[in-house]
């Protein structure tokens, strides 16, 4: 017990426990059911307004829960460390902010979030409840092809939750809400490396050893290895790497404006973040793009993983506006 | 005539599991997320609790509530696929009085059909597939041939176990053992191998 | 080089281009001089305004280049990592942003910080420029003797920043303004714990070695090893060690309004730190104090040290309006 | 008649430094934070650069250009005191056309009452002064004694360097390392034993 490198009691009540925490911290934006493990906005239902609900593994905070709030999730239904929650729990939380207006399922695409998402679905609607689910798959480290369970949801999750937030919050109906995830999403891709595993607390151990000089490229968010593992390079190859990997695949116009977002994975001080976003955006405007809007710090992240991750979406003026308006959660907050 | 109880069956299910979760975690930290252990042994030990609180005599019911049990529970990809596994096999034998070999032989199938249609894996995408088909067809083999049940489940545990054996040089295509592309070659697949276990456990499950 | 598990390219760079990536990220909100090493606010100087200017060494951030902006700091000097700035950078940065109502100085209670603060202002005096110096020493880890070099500044910095940052915004005068920081000083106490060492850059690895199953007790900012070495306790047994340890030694009134800050050390997963948090409050409550405002987050971090550090500052209706005045930094932003 | 280079002083210090500079962080990482090594080699070889772009010939003009540029280049407190110490020596020789033993003692003294005047650390304190204070003597009595400048700076380096040894046992009251309190016995002070890095190349800068 607690002898790992851990802040915990008994690894098994973590996430209860972690929510409970959320739940005093940020009583004025959210309130939790422990019960059903969900987290859900402080005002919720809203009568009338499409409702948006996410949900996964937990280890990658502040990633859900801190991102209920105005203008982004309406709920969130955190399963155990790195597993995807349960039916039972996205039902609760579906029917919970159902304001009447349909709820849009944001859901990573992993075979266990999409198997219960599924499922959750189809009860849903079985309450009467309309639902949109939305895939996101943004992460070019995975070929999309019969031979894998196709590209992982990472950190265009984080982008659809505010932008498709912001549109349900100025009274889109559930498909529109819904298009505009779904156009974040094909607007979008990651591509992520690793300076180290994580120290999932069941296991109490790092789930790999990565030998000093050594980084895990293509890596996902749930502190698995990566596509191959490569030489540590400088900030700068390391920027020239992520940036060629994902903009050869988003293939965005000439001196197109692009949101940069710029992630760590838990455990990478913001000063080491902050130079490689520098040598990102350099890489960028070399190519002729044009970073208008930028996200930089640890927002989808593998508990304390050192590494970063890069996400570009490429903007057009709606989406610009919606990434502006208002919004007030526990990790982003602006025009409020 | 013997069969199996589903109490039996759940809880050795459940024990083994619990013995052996250190190795399913490893193995599922070599290719996957390192949960796979803890999932199904809070799972099982869920399914044994629901069970035990449950006066339902038909074991065909029983088996749709593990399943449910496994559903509510687990999470992860797991999670829904043994969820989905034990309630088609339970509805697959509907209102029978007792598992006995051609009942668990038709439960068997009817669990894998759920699995491919939820998760749309086929035999070597290195997967619980990968186990649980050749268990169910050894299984049926040696129903039809006339077997004893004890025979049949111990010819269903052997070809689990090769099956299982038969994903470490496969290159997943199907979980997320599947992003690792090439590096997955060369261990075991976790949910075959707690497939073995699962399947093994019928042997301690025999009535009469 | 870059053998380390470090995102960076030549260690001697890492403040520098750590700096570049800011201003790109937060061109609206800040400029940063590279030449001087400085981060000003984007609209300084304000005329009529009391200034604020903070700095110390790198390798604690947000603090405090992400405490720039509206209601926070109009200055901050980073020095090398966990090196205090020189007296050009703080004199550099006092120049800047005067605005020819006096700048307050928040500094550290660091031998090398003091010393080189007290030389910048005596610089500042020389140009004509009125400082005040406010030293924050809020660590209870450090006996204030003649012993020692008394306690150190830490946790309360990030809310002396805050709150004198939003009396200068109103319109203080220097004197009210460094008044409002001095009394966070006095109302406030810290303690903080690890769970492992951080990596300097420049030494290229762990300052210490943490067996498994032990956690450093009263540790610094610095990454420096704490005043003891104990066994690692559950997150409560941890919690009860933290709020013991600060209250005992702040005396708040029966039934205080407090501020509750649990920060990360940088590499603690905010999962855990969230759970920290909820133990810390249950604790709190238990003694009748009333908590009243919160912050959890890494604000004032070692780089990658995993552990976290709770400050306490008991409040009173000044103060509690002073935090809930608008900001606009990089790290903390409401109301705006 | 033999008296000390500034420049060569300046550069055997930034050589030994540089040479030396992972035992210096080793020992400001047992009980500081890890950057005294780096810190005073950023700072030296700043010096270094700083006085071959400067004419001036004076010594003690050379002091106080070297002091202000530790000033402006190191941060940290070795940045301040090695500055002020400089500094005060430059002022403490004026315009005196050579460093020679009667000017360097002067020098010395000065030196230390600067870093005793910013710092307040009293022997003892497990500080730089704990090696400055003996070496300054040392080479005071020595210088007094009429011995040749060579024999007096070998005295200052011998008295540094036990001065320094002298501080393992003690317990810390000043800088970083008091926090630690009684953890911080047992290691050697890194300012002190740069202290003696600095007071030797005193030795390699000898003219004439
Ligand atoms: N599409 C699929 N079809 C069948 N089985 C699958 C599929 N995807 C994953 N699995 C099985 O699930 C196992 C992993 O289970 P588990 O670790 O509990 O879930 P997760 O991958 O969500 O962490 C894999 O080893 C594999 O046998
Ligand atoms: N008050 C003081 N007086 C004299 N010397 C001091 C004092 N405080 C610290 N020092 C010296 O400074 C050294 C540490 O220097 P350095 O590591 O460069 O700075 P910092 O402690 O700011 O990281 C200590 O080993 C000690 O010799
Ligand atoms: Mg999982
Ligand atoms: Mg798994
Ligand atoms: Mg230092
Ligand atoms: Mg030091």
């Known amino acids: 017990m607690a002898s790992m490198r851990k802040l915990l009691n008994d690894p098994e009540d973590v996430v209860r426990e972690s929510l409970a925490g959320l739940a005093v911290a940020h009583g004025d934006i959210l309130k939790v059911d422990l019960e059903q493990q969900i987290v859900v906005r402080a005002d919720a239902p809203r009568q009338g307004k499409v409702a948006l609900v996410s949900g996964g593994g937990a280890g990658h905070e502040p990633m859900h829960g801190g991102f209920v709030g105005l203008g982004m999730l309406d709920a969130a239904c955190p399963g155990a460390v790195f597993t995807s929650p349960v039916p039972d729990q996205m039902l609760a939380a579906t029917t919970a902010v159902d304001g009447g207006a349909g709820v849009v399922h944001i859901v990573k695409n992993y075979t266990g979030d999409v198997m219960n998402f599924k499922l959750a679905a189809e009860d849903a609607a079985d309450e009467g409840i309309e639902v949109e689910s939305v895939l996101i798959d943004d992460d070019v480290a995975v070929q999309d092809s019969l031979y894998t369970a196709g590209r992982r949801g990472v950190g265009a999750t984080v982008l659809a939750e505010k932008l498709a937030g912001a549109a349900a919050e100025r009274g889109d109906d559930v498909v529109a809400v819904a298009g505009i995830a779904r156009r974040v999403n094909e607007r979008a891709r990651s591509f992520g490396i690793a300076l180290s595993s994580c120290i999932p607390p069941a296991a109490g151990k790092p789930i790999f050893d990565l030998p000093e000089g050594e980084m895990e490229v293509g890596i996902g968010i749930h502190g698995e290895p990566g596509r191959r593992r490569e030489p540590l390079g400088t900030a700068r190859e390391i920027a020239a790497e992520l940036v060629e990997a994902v903009i050869s695949d988003l293939a965005p116009a000439d001196g197109a404006e692009v949101l940069v977002f710029t992630n760590g994975m838990g455990g990478t001080p913001l000063l080491e973040l902050y130079l490689l976003h520098g040598e990102i955006e350099r890489e960028l405007t070399e190519r002729g793009l044009r970073p208008a809007r930028r996200l930089v710090g640890p927002f989808i992240t593998s508990l304390e993983m050192a590494g970063a991750s890069l996400t570009v979406l490429e903007l057009d003026d709606e989406l610009a506006a919606l990434w502006d308006a208002p919004v007030h959660t526990a990790a982003l907050r602006w025009g409020t | ?208």
Do not use: C
């Open chain 2, 1 to 208: 005539m013997s069969a199996v109880s589903v109490n039996a069956w759940m809880e050795a299910a459940s024990a083994a599991i619990a013995a052996d979760a250190e190795r399913l975690t490893q193995l599922d930290s070599a290719i996957g997320d390192g949960d796979h252990g803890t999932n199904l042994t809070r799972g099982f030990r869920a399914v044994v609790e629901a069970l035990a609180g449950s006066e339902e005599p038909a074991p065909g019911r029983r088996l749709i509530l593990a399943g449910k049990t496994l559903v509510s529970k687990v999470g992860g990809a797991s999670g829904p696929l043994w969820g989905m596994a034990l309630r088609r096999a339970g509805r697959a034998v509907a209102d029978a009085e007792s598992l006995d070999g051609p009942a668990l032989a038709d439960a068997l199938e009817a669990a894998l059909a759920g699995v491919v249609e939820l998760g749309s894996a086929e035999p070597g995408d290195k997967t619980m597939v990968d186990a649980l088909t050749p268990a169910t067809q050894a299984l049926r083999a040696a129903v039809d041939a006339g077997q004893p049940l004890a025979d049949a489940v111990a010819a269903a545990t052997s070809a689990a176990e090769e099956g299982a054996r038969s994903t470490v040089p496969l290159q997943a295509r199907k979980g997320r053992a599947s992003y690792l592309g090439e590096r997955s070659i060369g261990h075991e697949d976790p949910g075959a191998a707690s497939t073995v276990l699962i399947i093994a456990a019928l042997g301690r499950a025999l009535e009469e």
